[in-house]
């Protein structure tokens, strides 16, 4: 009988995070090709519906796709001709805000001077002082900037063409994952192939409503407190609150800074503060757990985290990429019987183990219920 060679746990522990370190390396590495290669996935998912329905109209495939790009390009093109004209009418009011902007600086120096007992050059002249040092020290900064800039653009030119080729080869991709897992996995993987489409597609329908729903709250809010630009600055909000945790303060920032410029009293900013806070509050509490959340079964506390840990590695696309990530990769978990557990771990189910003990306790107080309410017999009656 042969003797099976087995590593120790440490040994096999090392291995497992020297592989993970490689891997994340490479990813970081290669994220100028993987980020663009993971957006288009994910858009070709979102639109073949669409190019399946050209197909059984009789259409040609390769116009079947071009037609679906189209239309997604006029509806992106809508929404930008629509963020176009109201940055026009923002450029038209540009010298008027300019203007009052600084008589709400020059009116804020005069209080913080006499609040503080400061003279107003002592304060001008730390602002001048700190805006030189800002200066020299952000130069660096803005170039890397304007790279990043440059490159996001070549990438939004790139992406549509991976759009296309993977509509163009989804049969060859699909029967590259079937051989690649042989006959015996067949259905497992067309199950998974299935599960990862529907999940993507839910969760981006999902996304879409909530940033219409932020919007429309956004925006009525800010009409009722006669915030100009409330149209502008509502879809803004709406498509900031997609990035987690730093597009909610930009969001919110950017009308009360509007607000304190147009608005005689500085009290408006606070209602702006109040309304968008309000707003987060159903967000968090309602449209997140009923309408995006639902979508796709991660817990809390594992979105937190890889949300984190994708900004991080990719940035804030990487953010935007995470959930859908996860969620790709719990339903792969969920398919293979050796990470079933890493899978409802990532989910959203809670085990009925507690339901249960609270049923226990529930029975174990109505069967005392009889005892505590009937009356004690008096000590030595006979009856």
Same mark, same amino acid.
């Given at each position: 009988?042969?003797?099976?060679?087995?590593?120790?746990?440490?040994?096999?522990?090392?291995?497992?995070?020297?592989?993970?370190?490689?891997?994340?390396? !490479?990813?970081?590495?290669?994220?100028?090709?993987?980020?663009?290669?993971?957006?288009?996935?994910?858009?070709?998912?979102?639109?073949?519906?669409?190019?399946?329905?050209?197909?059984?109209?009789?259409?040609?495939?390769?116009?079947?796709?071009?037609?679906?790009?189209?239309?997604?390009?006029?509806?992106?093109?809508?929404?930008?001709?629509?963020?176009?004209?109201? !940055?026009?009418?923002?450029?038209?009011?540009?010298?008027?805000?300019?203007?009052?902007?600084?008589?709400?600086?020059?009116?804020?120096?005069?209080?913080? $001077?006499?609040?503080?007992?400061?003279?107003?050059?002592?304060?001008?002249?730390?602002?001048?002082? #700190?805006?030189e040092k800002f200066y020299k020290t952000s130069g660096d900064a803005i170039g890397q900037t304007i790279m990043s800039v440059g490159s996001g653009?070549?990438?939004?030119?790139?992406?549509? #063409?991976?759009?296309?080729?993977?509509?163009?080869?989804?049969?060859?991709?699909?029967?590259?994952?079937?051989?690649?897992?042989?006959?015996?996995?067949?259905?497992?993987?067309?199950?998974?192939?299935?599960?990862?489409?529907?999940?993507?597609?839910?969760?981006? $329908?999902?996304?879409?409503?909530?940033?219409?729903?932020?919007?429309?709250?956004?925006?009525?809010?800010? !009409?009722?407190?006669?915030?100009?630009?409330?149209?502008?600055?509502?879809?803004?909000?709406?498509?900031?609150?997609?990035?987690?945790y730093i597009g909610g303060i930009v969001a919110v920032a950017l009308p009360m800074i509007i607000a304190l410029i147009t608005k005689d009293s500085?009290?408006?900013?606070?209602?702006?503060?109040?309304?968008?806070?309000?707003?987060?509050?159903?967000?968090?509490?309602?449209?997140?757990?009923?309408?995006?959340?639902?979508?796709?079964?991660?817990?809390?506390?594992? $979105?937190?985290?890889?949300?984190?840990?994708?900004?991080?590695?990719?940035?804030?696309?990487?953010?935007?990429?995470?959930?859908?990530?996860?969620?790709?990769?719990?339903?792969?978990?969920?398919?293979?019987? $050796?990470?079933?557990?890493?899978?409802?771990?990532?989910?959203?189910?809670?085990?009925?183990?507690?339901?249960?003990?609270?049923?226990?306790?529930?029975?174990?107080?109505?069967?005392?219920?009889?005892?505590?309410?009937?009356?004690?017999?008096?000590?030595?009656?006979?009856?």
């Open positions: 009988m042969d003797n099976v060679f087995k590593l120790p746990f440490y040994a096999k522990a090392s291995l497992f995070l020297v592989g993970m370190f490689v891997f994340i390396w !490479m990813m970081y590495i290669a994220s100028g090709i993987i980020v663009p290669l993971i957006f288009a996935l994910i858009i070709a998912v979102v639109l073949y519906p669409i190019v399946k329905w050209f197909e059984r109209k009789k259409v040609n495939r390769i116009l079947a796709i071009i037609f679906t790009l189209i239309i997604a390009f006029m509806a992106i093109a809508g929404l930008g001709m629509l963020m176009y004209s109201q !940055m026009s009418r923002l450029s038209m009011s540009w010298p008027e805000l300019v203007e009052k902007f600084t008589q709400v600086y020059n009116e804020t120096m005069a209080w913080a $001077s006499g609040y503080f007992e400061i003279s107003p050059e002592k304060i001008i002249d730390y602002i001048s002082t #700190v805006k653009l070549v990438v939004l030119f790139v992406i549509p #063409v991976y759009v296309f080729l993977i509509l163009f080869y989804k049969p060859l991709l699909l029967d590259f994952f079937h051989q690649l897992f042989g006959a015996d996995h067949k259905t497992t993987v067309s199950e998974i192939i299935n599960q990862t489409k529907t999940v993507i597609q839910k969760y981006l $329908s999902g996304l879409i409503i909530e940033i219409i729903i932020i919007a429309v709250l956004n925006t009525a809010g800010l !009409m009722i407190l006669g915030i100009e630009y409330a149209l502008l600055l509502g879809i803004i909000g709406a498509l900031l609150n997609v990035i987690p500085p009290m408006y900013a606070l209602y702006v503060l109040a309304i968008y806070y309000a707003i987060q509050l159903i967000d968090n509490n309602y449209i997140v757990p009923k309408i995006v959340a639902s979508k796709v079964k991660v817990n809390a506390l594992v $979105s937190i985290v890889v949300i984190f840990a994708f900004g991080a590695l990719w940035g804030i696309p990487g953010m935007f990429l995470s959930i859908p990530i996860t969620a790709i990769f719990k339903v792969i978990c969920d398919r293979i019987e $050796s990470l079933k557990p890493v899978g409802f771990l990532l989910g959203d189910t809670m085990p009925v183990i507690g339901i249960l003990k609270i049923a226990t306790i529930l029975e174990s107080v109505e069967k005392l219920k009889p005892i505590i309410k009937s009356p004690k017999r008096p000590t030595g009656s006979n009856n």
